[in-house]
């Protein structure tokens, strides 16, 4: 059975790196499947999540921007803004930074401020990080 290359890497650290099945990406065009022997393939990802199929079974993640890359040789290179397990996601924690990051929109003068754009996109990845925790930690949904 054939199988992709794959890596996701973020500014931190490699997030996850090997052989994969296959792996369904949220991007700018909607929800992508990849599969052994893709067609090259370079595009935008948005804030969803992210599911790997590999020989252990499905892993589950919380990604936000970025790039994807398919190369031709069975090889997907991740270039994530922000990449976490499911397993891995403290949803107090990102309860609180919406929280901040909400605060601080309230307080900001000029909604075409540069930091309006900034906060909203905290905003976007913490509630893509805590639907997706509740999702697979079976938490209650609020």
């Known amino acids: 059975m054939s199988t992709l290359k794959f ?5 931190e650290k490699v997030i996850y790196e090997n052989e994969i099945l296959q792996v369904t990406i949220p991007t700018m065009s909607g929800e992508i499947t ?16 992210m599911r790997i199929k590999d020989k252990d079974g499905e892993q589950n993640l919380a990604v ?5 890359e398919i190369r031709g040789n069975n090889e997907i290179v991740i270039l994530a803004d922000h990449a976490e397990r499911a397993i891995d996601i403290d949803t107090a924690k990102a309860e609180e930074a919406k929280q901040r990051a909400e605060e601080q929109m309230k307080n900001l003068k000029n909604v075409q ?8 996109a905290v905003i976007d990845r913490e509630l893509n990080k805590i639907k997706i925790a509740r999702k697979y930690k079976n938490l209650p949904n609020k």
């Open 113 to 120: 401020d540069v930091d309006y754009a900034r906060l909203q």
């Open 7 to 11: 890596k996701i890497v973020t500014p």
């Open 34 to 49: 990849i599969l052994p022997n893709h067609i090259p393939l370079v595009s935008v990802l948005k804030a969803g999540e």
């Open 64 to 68: 936000s921007g970025g790039f994807l």
